[in-house]
């Protein structure tokens, strides 16, 4: 989150100029950097908060009813934008956010931590009373919950990249359940049917994948292959060690979106392959870590909910790499806790919050003097793992 300030306080001048001059906006020069400071702070007090105040298993009893007030915020959201309501912004055409005035609100983002707590809390009473995988009490369920979150969020909201995450947190949580392989392939190959169909089916999406093509096989530039162009080139003129904070050139209008979706190729820009090789770094540090919480968690539902939020993470950072590197389309997706805005980060570090608390009550083996010889280990408490090793040792 630094990092994205350091990135915010350079380029936001630059953003505010060119929605000042593009569309007779009267932006402060500073207001991004206001912006997303306001964010970090309020990011950093909601982690404080999920991690030491509110206890998970509190959160976890709502479980129902946080997804349904997820649901139901987004189906406001589409009624209003429908009536064509003030409270609702629209970008592009999209209605994609709740306008306060003062602040802004995205649903969206609130649907995915609802659905990472409900699925680990549904997923968990489902194997305990063994009807996972039965039609009946597990399948119908899951489909309507998670069918609608993905109707409310990629037609309703025209949002692909939240439905991408969407799609991982559901995917990702399955695969640590107990549910045969064989059901888990049949679902992967019918939501994959049908992501083909909502591609095929939708011109503008069809003109992302147009585009993509274009640039791979060096084709002529177009107005659709304008976006990831520049992102490879901001990335490219970044060389090794980039062109400096606050020199950025794509940032002055050239490159879309460049504080949010865009802004992992600024950085590139800014501090070259070696800023962008600590920022993988960091990420897949953060993602391993999330990993070996999941894997030392005893309780089924807290190891779910990590899983969830780790699938929620890695879904967005890798998409947003990739698309910048012309691996795959452009998607709209933000990289977490780095582009701007402010639902976006406060509901991952809430996210996050939970799952360092629940890592505090993840167990490991220790070895003590005694049981060198027979290899035998003594389970000990992650949280006071070495106060525990000292008097198992003893």
């Given at each position: 989150m630094a990092l994205g300030l350091i990135v915010i306080y350079a380029i936001g001048p630059m953003r505010a100029n060119v929605l000042n001059s593009a569309y007779g906006a009267n932006y402060d020069p500073n207001s991004f950097f206001f912006g997303q400071l306001r964010s970090v702070i309020m990011s950093l007090i909601v982690f404080f908060v999920a991690f030491k105040v509110i206890p998970y298993k509190h959160v976890q009893k709502y479980a129902k009813p946080i997804m349904i007030a997820?649901?139901?915020?987004?189906?406001?959201?589409?009624?209003?934008?429908?009536?064509?309501?003030?409270?609702?912004?629209?970008?592009?055409?999209?209605?994609?956010?709740?306008?306060?005035?003062?602040?802004?609100?995205?649903?969206?983002?609130?649907?995915?931590?609802?659905?990472?707590?409900?699925?680990?809390?549904?997923?968990?009473?489902?194997?305990?009373?063994?009807?996972?995988?039965?039609w009946r009490e597990f399948w119908l369920p899951l489909i309507i919950i998670c069918g609608a979150s993905l109707a409310l969020v990629v037609v309703a909201q025209g949002d692909l990249g939240s439905g991408v995450a969407l799609i991982a947190i559901i995917f990702g949580m399955l695969l640590t359940s107990s549910i045969s392989m064989r059901q888990y392939l049949i679902m992967v190959a019918i939501v994959l049917a049908v992501s083909v169909f909502a591609v095929v089916t939708s011109e503008h999406r069809m003109q992302r994948v147009d585009a993509w093509i274009a640039t791979l096989?060096?084709?002529?530039?177009?107005?659709?292959?304008?976006?990831?162009?520049?992102?490879?080139?901001?990335?490219?003129?970044?060389?090794?060690?980039?062109?400096?904070?606050?020199?950025?050139?794509?940032?002055?209008?050239?490159?879309?979106?460049?504080?949010?979706?865009?802004?992992?190729?600024?950085m590139g820009e800014t501090f070259g392959f070696v800023g962008l090789f600590l920022v993988i770094v960091i990420f897949g540090a953060m993602l391993l870590n999330m990993l070996k919480v999941a894997e030392g968690t005893n309780e089924?539902?807290?190891?779910?909910?990590?899983?969830?939020?780790?699938?929620?993470?890695?879904?967005?950072?890798?998409?947003?790499?990739?698309?910048?590197?012309?691996?795959?389309?452009?998607?709209?997706?933000?990289?977490?806790?780095?582009?701007?805005?402010?639902?976006?980060?406060?509901?991952?570090?809430?996210?996050?919050?939970?799952?360092l608390q629940l890592s505090c009550y993840t167990s490991r083996e220790v070895i003590t003097n005694e049981d060198i010889s027979s290899r035998r280990g003594v389970r000990g408490a992650y949280h006071t793992s070495r106060r525990r090793s000292q008097r198992n040792t003893k």
């Open positions: 997820a649901i139901l915020m987004s189906v406001l959201l589409w009624v209003l934008a429908k009536m064509g309501s003030s409270l609702v912004r629209c970008e592009l055409g999209e209605c994609r956010w709740f306008d306060f005035g003062i602040v802004s609100f995205q649903p969206a983002e609130f649907l995915k931590l609802a659905l990472v707590i409900y699925l680990a809390d549904f997923i968990t009473r489902r194997q305990k009373d063994q009807t996972l995988g039965e096989s060096g084709g002529e530039s177009s107005d659709s292959t304008y976006h990831i162009e520049n992102a490879m080139l901001a990335i490219g003129v970044g060389g090794f060690f980039g062109v400096g904070v606050g020199n950025s050139v794509q940032a002055t209008g050239y490159l879309p979106e460049s504080i949010n979706d865009s802004v992992f190729a600024i089924p539902d807290n190891r779910l909910f990590v899983i969830g939020v780790f699938s929620w993470m890695a879904a967005q950072v890798v998409v947003n790499i990739m698309a910048m590197t012309s691996l795959i389309p452009v998607t709209g997706i933000t990289l977490p806790l780095l582009s701007y805005g402010g639902t976006s980060m406060v509901f991952i570090a809430a996210a996050l919050g939970f799952v």
